[in-house]
C-alpha cells in the first residue's frame, strides 16, 4: 500500500462547498456515535466488522454517511482519502472552528509545576507492597452489583511487584497529583515571575479552554492532571527518590467519556530507570477511586557496578547550597528530559490526547539548572541564578500537540484512524498558537512531542541558528548547531537554545512546523521555511505555531554557555568491553494476526499493526517471522540479567514508526547498515527510534539495575493501540522475581495473576 500524491481534499476549508461540509458535518455526527458506542464497550471492533462498518483492514468502509469522501444519494467516493475511503477528523471533515479567534493573540502559558512535600503528608504512608486496604466499590465499576470491596490502591499486590530497593533508595518528596475531568485552575504554581511569563498573573484563575475566547471544555471532554491546565511539570534531583502518588479521579461510569478515553489508567515515567513496578506498564492498570504510589528512585545506571562507592563529583546531585553531593552511578547515564502519560492497553493515544500527560525535569551536579556556579562540573546552561538548582526563569518546557474539536469547541477525536489520527490546530502547551515574551539573552527550550501520530520538522522563520543540547531527554556528546532540527518523532524530546541577544526589543520571530502530513500513517514532506509560511500547504497545522516577542534587554546579565560552535557535554558511555551476548531483530508492519483469544490481555480490534521477532541471534532477514498483534500476556523477549544485546528494529512497507523501547536507554550504531547514516544530533543516548520508510536502526543496549516486565512498541499511540506492541522482560534478575513472571490481571476488586499466554520461541 504507498502513498498518495494528490493533496486534494485531504483537509476541508472553511471555504470549501456548502454541500461537502454538510455531507462531512453528517459523517462526523455518525461516526461520532459509533465512536462513542466502542469507546463505551456496547460495540467491539469485532462486532463493526460483522455488520460492514469497517473493512478488514480496520478502517470505516466507504459507507454513505460515515465517510465524508462518500455522498449519502450516490454512495460514489472520490479518488482521494485514507485507504478504502475512511477518513479522520480533522482529515477531509469540516475545520475546527476558531470562534473568531487569530493566531498569536494569547500568551503561552508555562507549566504548572507540581508541588514537591515531604513523605509524611502523604495518608496512608506509602510501603513497599501494594496496600491492600478494602473499600467500598462504585457498583458502576462492577455491573451495577453493591456490597463489594476492592483495594485503595491498584498496584498489583505481593513481592513480585513491590517497589525494588524501597529501603535502600527511601522516597524523600512526595507528590500527590490526580487524573481528574476538567475544571478551573486556582492554584498555577509556574515557579517563574509574571514577567517570565508573558505577563500571565498567576493568581487569576485559568478556566480549561484552549484560547481566552475559545469555549470552556466541558468536564469530561478533557482530562489532564489534577484536571488543570497548563500541564504539569516533575522537578527531581539524583539521589533523591520521590513517590509519586497517582489518584484516579475519572467517573466511575464508563460511559461519562464524551465520546472517547477510557477511565483505567497506568502511568508511563518515560523512559525512567527503575523497576517495573513504577514502570506504567500497559497492563498494570488502575480504577476510579483507587490510587497507584509509584516509586522514582532517580539513580544513575549502573549504580551497583560503576562508581559504586560515588567518589566522582560528575556523578552527582546538587546539594542546595552551591555544591555537589555524590551518588554512585555512571556519569555518562546523567538524564535530564523525560515526561510522564498515560500508558492503558488499547487506550493510550485516547487518553494522551485527551490530556493524561506531563514533563519531568531532572537535575544533577552537570545539568543543575543554575548556569553561576562554575565549579568545573556545572555545565552552566540557561536557567537561571536565584536558586541553587531548577530554576526555570530562561528554561522552558514545551509540549507540541495537535488537536481537532468539534462544532461547539470540545475536544474531538476520530478513534478509527488505525493508520494515525491527525488534528488540524496546533497547540503548545494546552494552548492554540501563542505567543511569549523573551529577553535579549540564550533561552533552553524543552520541546516534547505529544501528538497521537504527527511528527514535527521546526526551524525558526529567519532561519538562524539553534543549538541542539539534547535527544530524547540526554544531553549529547556535544552541541549540534543547526537551522533546521531533525525530524522529530511523537515522544521524542529535543533541547535546544536560542540566543535572542541577535534581536532587537520589539522584533518577533516565529518557531515553523516544516513537516507536512498527508495522513497519520507517516510524515510526507519537509517543506522549506518560505514554503511551510507561504499558507499553500494543504496541511492546516504546517507554518508558524510559537511566536517569539522580544520585550526586552536580560534583568540580569546572561551568565550561561552554549556557543554556536559545538561544545563537549556528556560523552557515551564506552560499551566497547562488554560482550554482545545477543542480537535480536523486530519487524513493525501492518499484517500482523492473533493467535491469542485471551480476552483481557490480548488485542481483538480491527487494527492490523504487528510485531514479528527474531530471537535466534542468527542470520538477518526482512520479515523475522509472522507479525504478531499485542498480547500483554505474551513475552516476546526476555534478554538475562547484566548482558549487552544488539537489537535491529527493522521498519517497511511505506510507513514511518518511532520505536519506544521501555527501560533502557540505548546507543544506535547503524541506520540502514551504517554509522555514517546517523546524525550527530542522533548520536546520544535515546529511547525513541524513528525507522523512516522502509528504513532499519541497529542499537544496543544494557539490561542491569532492576528487574520485571516491559514494552517496546511504535509511539505513533495509534499504532501501538491497534495493536504493534509486545511485552518484554529481564531474565534472572534475582530476588523474589520468578521465570517468567505471571501477568497481572487487574479488576477493581482486586489484582489476580495468571501464567504467560505464550513465551515465543528462544525468547529467554
Given at each position: 500500500m504507498g502513498r498518495r500524491d494528490d493533496k486534494e481534499g485531504f483537509w476541508l476549508s472553511e471555504n470549501s462547498d456548502r454541500r461537502r461540509i454538510r455531507d462531512a458535518e453528517n459523517a462526523r455526527r455518525n461516526r461520532a456515535e459509533i465512536n462513542k458506542a466502542l469507546s463505551h464497550g456496547q460495540v467491539s471492533r469485532r462486532d463493526l466488522v460483522k455488520w460492514g462498518l469497517f473493512t478488514s483492514a480496520g478502517i470505516l468502509s466507504p459507507i454513505g454517511g460515515l465517510s465524508p469522501f462518500v455522498r449519502p444519494m450516490n454512495a460514489q467516493t472520490a479518488s482521494f482519502g485514507f485507504g478504502s475511503g475512511g477518513s479522520g477528523i480533522p482529515t477531509g471533515l469540516p475545520s475546527s472552528p476558531l470562534f473568531g479567534v487569530l493566531p498569536f493573540t494569547q500568551p503561552m502559558p508555562r507549566f504548572d509545576v507540581f508541588h514537591r512535600n515531604a513523605v509524611s503528608t502523604?495518608?496512608?504512608?506509602?510501603?513497599?507492597?501494594a496496600n491492600q486496604t478494602q473499600q467500598p466499590l462504585d457498583p458502576a465499576l462492577v455491573g451495577g452489583q453493591t456490597g463489594l470491596t476492592g483495594p485503595i490502591e491498584g498496584r498489583p499486590p505481593g513481592a513480585i511487584w513491590a517497589h525494588q530497593r524501597f529501603t535502600q533508595?527511601?522516597?524523600?518528596?512526595?507528590?500527590?497529583?490526580?487524573?481528574?475531568?476538567?475544571t478551573t485552575n486556582t492554584t498555577y504554581n509556574p515557579q517563574v515571575p509574571s514577567s517570565l511569563n508573558s505577563g500571565i498573573n498567576q493568581a487569576t484563575p485559568i478556566p480549561l479552554k484552549f484560547h481566552p475566547s475559545m469555549p470552556t471544555q466541558q468536564?469530561?471532554?478533557?482530562?489532564?492532571?489534577?484536571?488543570?491546565?497548563?500541564?504539569?511539570?516533575?522537578?527531581?534531583?539524583?539521589?533523591?527518590?520521590?513517590?509519586f502518588r497517582h489518584h484516579n479521579r475519572l467517573p466511575a461510569d464508563v460511559t461519562q467519556n464524551n465520546g472517547f478515553g477510557r477511565n483505567?489508567?497506568?502511568?508511563?515515567?518515560?523512559?525512567?530507570?527503575?523497576?517495573?513496578?513504577?514502570?506504567?506498564?500497559?497492563?498494570?492498570?488502575?480504577?476510579?477511586?483507587?490510587?497507584?504510589?509509584?516509586?522514582?528512585?532517580i539513580v544513575l545506571a549502573g549504580f551497583t557496578t560503576i562508581n559504586a562507592t560515588a567518589t566522582d563529583p560528575r556523578a552527582g546531585s546538587p546539594n542546595g547550597s552551591g555544591g555537589i553531593n555524590k551518588v554512585p552511578g555512571d556519569w555518562h547515564e546523567t538524564m535530564s528530559t523525560h515526561w510522564f502519560h498515560d500508558h492503558m492497553f488499547s487506550f493510550t493515544a485516547q487518553n494522551v490526547y485527551k490530556g493524561d500527560a506531563g514533563m519531568f525535569n531532572i537535575y544533577s551536579s552537570l545539568d543543575r539548572g543554575n548556569e553561576a556556579i562554575n565549579d568545573g562540573v556545572n555545565l552552566r546552561l540557561p536557567s537561571g541564578t536565584t536558586l541553587d538548582w531548577g530554576n526555570l526563569d530562561y528554561d522552558v518546557n514545551l509540549m507540541f500537540s495537535d488537536k481537532a474539536w468539534d462544532a461547539n469547541g470540545q475536544l474531538n477525536m476520530d478513534i478509527f484512524q488505525f493508520d494515525g489520527f491527525l488534528g488540524d490546530r496546533m497547540t503548545v502547551n494546552l494552548a492554540y498558537k501563542p505567543f511569549?515574551?523573551?529577553?535579549?539573552?540564550k533561552y533552553r527550550f524543552r520541546l516534547l512531542n505529544a501528538s497521537v501520530s504527527r511528527f514535527f520538522v521546526f526551524a525558526l522563520s529567519d532561519s538562524s541558528i539553534m543549538v541542539q543540547i539534547a535527544n530524547d531527554g540526554n544531553l549529547l556528546p556535544q552541541t549540534v548547531p543547526l537551522h533546521q532540527l531533525d525530524q522529530q518523532g511523537i515522544a521524542e524530546r529535543y533541547d535546544i537554545v536560542i540566543d535572542f541577544s541577535r534581536y532587537t526589543i520589539g522584533q518577533t520571530v516565529d518557531l515553523v512546523n516544516l513537516q507536512e502530513h498527508r495522513d497519520g500513517k507517516g510524515p510526507g514532506q519537509i517543506l522549506t521555511v518560505s514554503g511551510a509560511l507561504s499558507g499553500q500547504s494543504s496541511d492546516p497545522a504546517v507554518g508558524a505555531c510559537l511566536r517569539f516577542q522580544v520585550v526586552r534587554d536580560p534583568v540580569v546579565p546572561d551568565q550561561s554557555i552554549c556557543p554556536n560552535t559545538p561544545i563537549t557535554l556528556i560523552p557515551n558511555p564506552d560499551l566497547s568491553a562488554i560482550p554482545v551476548t545477543r542480537e535480536r531483530l523486530f519487524t513493525f508492519d501492518d499484517r500482523a494476526s492473533q493467535n491469542n483469544n485471551d480476552p483481557v490481555t490480548s488485542y481483538t480490534g480491527g487494527g492490523n499493526w504487528g510485531i514479528a521477532t527474531d530471537n535466534t541471534g542468527g542470520s538477518r532477514n526482512r520479515t523475522g517471522g509472522s507479525a504478531l498483534k499485542a498480547d500483554f500476556g505474551r513475552i516476546s523477549s526476555a534478554p538475562k540479567f547484566g548482558t549487552r544485546e544488539t537489537w535491529t528494529l527493522q521498519g517497511g512497507f511505506n510507513w514511518d514508526h518511532p520505536i519506544h523501547i521501555h527501560f533502557e536507554e540505548g546507543q544506535i550504531l547503524a541506520r540502514n547498515g551504517s554509522l555514517s547514516n546517523v546524525p550527530q544530533a542522533e548520536r546520544g543516548r535515546k529511547d525513541v527510534y524513528r525507522l523512516k520508510e522502509n528504513g532499519s536502526v541497529t542499537i544496543t543496549m544494557q539490561f542491569r539495575d532492576w528487574g520485571g516486565m516491559f514494552?517496546?512498541?511504535?509511539?505513533?499511540t495509534m499504532h501501538e493501540d491497534n495493536a504493534m506492541l509486545l511485552r518484554w522482560e529481564i531474565n534472572a534478575a534475582g530476588g523474589v522475581f520468578l521465570n517468567p513472571l505471571p501477568t497481572p490481571i487487574p479488576k477493581p476488586t482486586g489484582v489476580t495473576f495468571q501464567a504467560p499466554d505464550e513465551i515465543l520461541t528462544n525468547a529467554f
Open positions: 502523604l495518608s496512608p504512608a506509602p510501603q513497599a507492597q533508595n527511601p522516597p524523600v518528596i512526595a507528590i500527590d497529583a490526580s487524573t481528574s475531568p476538567a468536564p469530561n471532554s478533557v482530562w489532564t492532571f489534577n484536571g488543570t491546565i497548563p500541564p504539569k511539570l516533575m522537578l527531581g534531583r539524583y539521589g533523591e527518590a520521590i513517590l483505567t489508567l497506568s502511568t508511563h515515567e518515560h523512559n525512567g530507570h527503575h523497576g517495573a513496578e513504577n514502570d506504567g506498564f500497559t497492563g498494570a492498570y488502575f480504577f476510579p477511586n483507587q490510587f497507584y504510589d509509584y516509586h522514582y528512585p511569549f515574551q523573551v529577553e535579549r539573552r514494552m517496546e512498541h511504535c509511539h505513533n
